[in-house]
């Protein structure tokens, strides 16, 4: 059976004082002893008892007293850094376990908050919301927003570069059309081209030696149309 954890507190029972102080020292002391063996490090330990006239020590007051030397040659500002006691840890535990409440404070408000959100989502008109949540559940929705239109320029950032780059084409408003390149691969394209549209130049054929007949047909059948009409 496990054995009941006991509050930390003065013990007023003079017997059950003096058991657990007794107990307790020899389990600090075989702690400080188990220290110094398993990591090869200097330690000691010095319990005095109300009840006694010699402090429990370990180890010998010899090796002890030479402990004790070289740490008070140290620097004060060493001798101190990790220095602690019972105010000093109590403090060190109240901090810590304050900023444990106030993580689970914002963890719950925002919890409840998502929870206002569906309900709007829903048709909700937020009538049994009190001043302090709506202003909660605006404070989300402007945030919610702010990352909507930050996702939409960096999107819009990227669309661009990869139009300008010719990665991709471009969409949405303002974007530049998509110019096909024009280069050696690409003349019978360019010369089947016609343009439509308002103020568009005509589509003039190019006239070289390959042309000749069409031309000769051309007067030919001027002349032709001619001598009919002379007859």
């Known amino acids: 059976m496990a054995r009941s954890k006991m509050k930390l507190e003065y013990i007023r029972n003079n017997a059950s004082r003096r058991s657990t102080l007794r107990k307790r020292s020899r389990g600090i002391l075989?702690?400080?002893?188990e220290i110094s063996v398993l990591c090869g490090t200097d330690a000691c330990g010095i319990i005095y008892s109300p009840d006694e006239d010699a402090p429990q020590v370990w180890p010998q007051p010899l090796d002890t007293r030479r402990i004790l030397t070289e740490f008070n040659n140290l620097p004060e500002?060493?001798?101190?850094?990790k220095m602690t006691n019972h105010l000093a840890y109590m403090q060190e535990r109240l901090n810590n376990l304050t900023e444990k409440v106030v993580k689970s404070e914002n963890a719950n408000n925002q919890v409840e908050v998502r929870a206002m959100l569906y309900e709007g989502?829903?048709?909700s008109d937020f009538a049994e919301l009190s001043a302090h949540e709506v202003w909660a559940v605006g404070n989300a929705l402007d945030e919610l927003m702010s990352k909507v239109f930050e996702k939409m320029?960096?999107?819009?950032?990227?669309l661009s570069a990869q139009a300008q780059t010719g990665g991709g084409v471009a969409v949405g408003p303002g974007a530049a059309p998509a110019i096909p390149e024009v280069g050696p691969s690409t003349?019978?394209?360019?010369g089947d081209f016609v343009a439509v549209g308002p103020g568009a130049a005509p589509a003039i054929p190019e006239v070289g030696p390959s042309t000749p007949a069409m031309m000769s047909d051309l007067g030919s059948?001027?002349?032709g149309g001619d001598s009919d009409e002379d007859d």
């Open 187 to 190: 003349p019978a394209v360019m």
């Open 30 to 33: 075989k702690k400080v002893e």
């Open 153 to 158: 320029r960096v999107m819009s950032m990227n």
């Open 77 to 81: 500002l060493e001798r101190t850094r």
């Open 221 to 223: 059948s001027s002349d």
């Open 121 to 123: 989502y829903s048709g």
